[in-house]
């Protein structure tokens, strides 16, 4: 069962997501003497990621992260790159603190770069994944119908129209034809290898997607509807958000 958590806006959702995150942080730097945490991008993330870096009493030296997913071809100065907002809004902040495993989206062979992420996380404990949910119900750059199956830590997917209109929508890029068509992502089941993992998801345009996600059946087309299954899940939303779910208060 997911944790359903309403905030009054998306600022203190975010707020609210990064504190929460920070407590966790906290808690297994405390247990292991360090951390791996997985780190998501677009712009449901802003508000999480400005609390998460000014957070106290976190030694970002021991913590190591990876991210979610980045567009294939795409280089780390294009103003879309996951990698690039990473640098810009985690990193940077914490003088580039913890350990960083970028996807590099323009390496050139896709496959080869998802074996190397793979060696390098494939096994490996991960405390804490921060991620989002899609208009189309993904999770990470997991579009429907889904991969539920694979236990490759990172795949190279093709993206379906749904999520390449939502990037467009949000302005990462100037056209549709200008959204790449395929990512390399982290896959379903790696995220589900997380301990704890926190979703941060406000606005009315992801309303649909969420309730299909926390009421509906857990299918493959609805891909964030998997982590019903997992033990720690939290989501944070908002009253736009949440306002197609029943039995939560939302208007």
């Not at 003497?33 to 957070?55: D, N, P």
């Not at 997917?157 to 982290?186: K, N």
């Amino acid at each position: 069962m997911i944790d359903v958590r309403i905030c009054a806006d998306a600022a203190a959702l975010g707020q609210a997501s990064a504190e929460l995150g920070a407590a966790t942080l906290r808690a297994a730097l405390a247990k292991h003497g360090e951390a791996c945490i997985v780190v998501a991008t677009g712009a449901s993330q802003f508000a999480m990621l400005a609390a998460l870096t000014a957070a106290p009493g976190i030694d970002w030296r021991r913590v190591t992260a990876f991210h979610l997913d980045e567009y294939v071809g795409l280089p780390e100065s294009h103003p879309a790159s996951f990698r690039g907002y990473l640098r810009q809004r985690f990193l940077a902040p914490l003088g580039d603190a913890p350990a960083f495993h970028p996807v590099e989206g323009d390496a050139p062979d896709p496959a080869a770069e998802a074996l190397r992420l793979n060696a390098l996380l494939r096994g490996r404990r991960v405390d804490l994944c921060f991620a989002g949910i899609g208009e189309n119900c993904h999770l990470a750059f997991n579009d429907p119908p889904a991969d539920f199956d694979t236990e490759d830590p990172y795949i190279v997917v093709t993206l379906d129209e749904g999520c390449r209109r939502q990037q467009l929508g949000e302005g990462w890029f100037p056209t549709l034809e200008a959204v790449p068509r395929q990512a390399i992502s982290m896959s379903v089941r790696q995220i589900l290898r997380a301990e704890k993992i926190i979703l941060t998801t406000p606005d009315q345009r992801k309303a649909a997607a969420v309730r299909d996600a926390l009421e509906g059946p857990v299918t493959p087309l609805h891909p964030a509807s998997i982590l019903q299954g997992h033990a720690d899940t939290t989501i944070f939303l908002d009253p736009a958000s949440s306002s197609l779910l029943q039995g939560t208060g939302a208007a």
